[in-house]
């Protein structure tokens, strides 16, 4: 985020984030609060915000909670802006859902898969460091990077910033997995398999995509008896920056057998154990449609990349910022194509160069208006998250004091009531309705 007077920058994030969740505070007594609709939002390290959907089952569920978020932080800038304009600051703050600043530092988009205990956390690396390597073709956000040798166009921002395959860090030195055994569920069934290579969508095509193919990817892993041909990289990290900057699609990176293969080779032998998987155990309806998605987007990568603007977030910017070039006739290093890479992430609606897009038919829907105004209110029906809903709404109305987290639900009063919900796929809970009763 960034708060700017006439262009300039004026406030800091420590100054800003004071302004932006002065609201979230009023909610919670506290920057770091439950919301209605199960999600989390809090300041994180640095003074940024960050918003961590509900625990979702499905993944058109997921798309809608992802977006509610965004909308949510939106309607934060919106009153951040107004309380500056009332005590005479007339500013306007900007909130970028992205992965880079221009001071170099780096924020993930953090995906949480809930994982089977039994399988061996070295067989979830060994399949899944190739596919996410990879998937930023169809996946990434889009950059400009600055390097020593000028300005270019990279496909990922994450690319740049990721130093490991699987290791417990987090920020001093990125992972593709980050390895933290911290589930929030039964620590016996389950373990989290905790991605933070990705970066930020603003698409919401990519979003399904990006969460749905990596689904089906941890299902045929947790098939001990399906085979996946081994597709392990000789230099995982070489091989995420070699593919990032290559927006043509066509250098190969070496794998660890010794044979060679661009990413859209990997992917596609990704795409055919899918369907393989698919004829033989069946996925669901879902999952079937992010696997046709995936397959018209590699066929359109392979012949008119082009053609995915409405679809792939990296070439919708790329083809904003060719088109800018073109008629000014400047270069990537023009302060004005910075911006363009910067406001394309922009969250407010009448700003962002996305939703501007978006709004003019510019970009493929995967949810409605409607199932994201109702994502906001509401948590996902069939998961936890709606026991936590209702338990914060109950104590709100009757204004009671509580405490929550992703497990726990605890009233604050002499007797410390608390509920521990350790299975997220439990939606009904004879426990929580009598608390909730008892409020």
């Given amino acids: 985020m960034t708060c700017t007077v006439r262009g300039h920058r004026r406030l800091g994030p420590d100054e800003v984030s004071r302004y932006l969740f002065r609201r979230v505070v009023s909610w919670g007594r506290s920057s770091n609060v439950f919301l209605e609709n199960g999600a989390r939002l809090y300041l994180d390290v640095g003074s940024h915000p960050e918003?961590?959907?509900?625990?979702?089952?499905?993944?058109?569920?997921?798309?809608?909670?992802?977006?509610?978020?965004?909308?949510?932080?939106?309607?934060?800038?919106?009153?951040?802006?107004?309380?500056?304009?009332?005590?005479?600051?007339?500013?306007?703050?900007?909130?970028?859902?992205?992965?880079?600043?221009?001071?170099?530092?780096?924020?993930?988009?953090?995906?949480?898969?809930?994982?089977?205990?039994?399988?061996?956390?070295?067989?979830?690396?060994?399949?899944?460091?190739?596919?996410?390597?990879?998937?930023?073709?169809w996946a990434g956000a889009g950059h400009v990077l600055q390097t020593a040798k000028g300005a270019v166009y990279a496909i990922s921002q994450r690319a740049e910033h990721v130093w490991e395959a699987a290791s417990s860090?987090?920020?001093?030195?990125?992972?593709?997995?980050?390895?933290?055994?911290?589930?929030?569920?039964?620590?016996?069934?389950?373990?989290?398999?905790?991605?933070?290579?990705?970066?930020?969508?603003?698409n919401e095509a990519a979003t399904f995509m990006k969460v749905a193919a990596t689904a089906c990817i941890l299902a045929m892993v947790e098939t001990r008896s399906f085979l996946?041909?081994?597709?392990?990289?000789?230099?995982?990290?070489?091989?995420?920056?070699?593919?990032?900057?290559?927006?043509?699609?066509?250098?190969?990176?070496?794998?660890?057998?010794?044979?060679?293969?661009t990413a859209l080779d990997i992917q596609r032998e990704y795409l055919l154990h899918a369907e393989r998987y698919d004829e033989v155990h069946g996925f669901g309806h879902v999952e079937r449609l992010a696997l046709a998605m995936w397959r018209?987007?590699?066929?359109?990568?392979?012949?008119?990349?082009?053609?995915?603007?409405?679809?792939?977030?990296?070439?919708?910017?790329?083809?904003?910022?060719?088109?800018?070039?073109?008629?000014?006739g400047c270069a990537l290093d023009d302060h004005r194509v910075q911006m363009i890479d910067l406001q394309y992430h922009d969250v407010r609606r009448s700003r962002g160069l996305f939703h501007r897009a978006q709004a003019a038919g510019g970009a493929d829907r995967v949810v409605t208006d409607d199932e994201i105004r109702r994502a906001i209110e509401e948590a996902p029906a069939t998961t936890r998250a709606a026991l936590r809903g209702r338990f914060i709404r109950r104590a709100k109305e009757r204004r009671r004091d509580y405490t929550v987290d992703w497990v726990h639900l605890k009233v604050n009063d002499q007797a410390q009531r608390t509920v521990m919900c350790k299975d997220p796929f439990r939606s009904t809970d004879e426990r929580v309705e009598r608390l909730i009763a008892s409020l």
């Avoid at 990290?237 to 290559?246: E, G, M, T």
Wanted: charged residues 30%; glycine residues 6%; negative net charge.
């Fill in 228 to 261: 996946i041909r081994d597709m392990t990289l000789e230099n995982p990290i070489r091989a995420v920056r070699d593919i990032s900057l290559d927006t043509g699609l066509r250098r190969p990176v070496r794998l660890a057998s010794g044979r060679e293969a």
């Fill in 169 to 202: 860090a987090t920020t001093r030195s990125r992972p593709i997995i980050n390895t933290r055994d911290e589930p929030h569920a039964d620590p016996e069934e389950y373990r989290r398999l905790h991605v933070i290579s990705g970066d930020s969508n603003m």
């Fill in 296 to 328: 018209q987007t590699l066929d359109a990568l392979e012949s008119d990349p082009v053609t995915l603007a409405r679809r792939v977030d990296w070439i919708a910017k790329k083809a904003m910022i060719d088109g800018f070039m073109g008629r000014h």
């Fill in 51 to 137: 918003y961590a959907t509900a625990e979702c089952d499905d993944v058109r569920e997921l798309v809608a909670q992802d977006k509610a978020g965004e909308r949510i932080v939106e309607e934060l800038g919106e009153a951040a802006e107004r309380r500056l304009h009332e005590e005479g600051v007339k500013a306007t703050v900007h909130l970028f859902k992205n992965n880079v600043d221009s001071a170099g530092n780096s924020y993930g988009c953090h995906e949480n898969y809930l994982a089977r205990r039994e399988v061996e956390p070295e067989r979830y690396h060994q399949v899944l460091v190739p596919f996410l390597a990879t998937r930023q073709i």
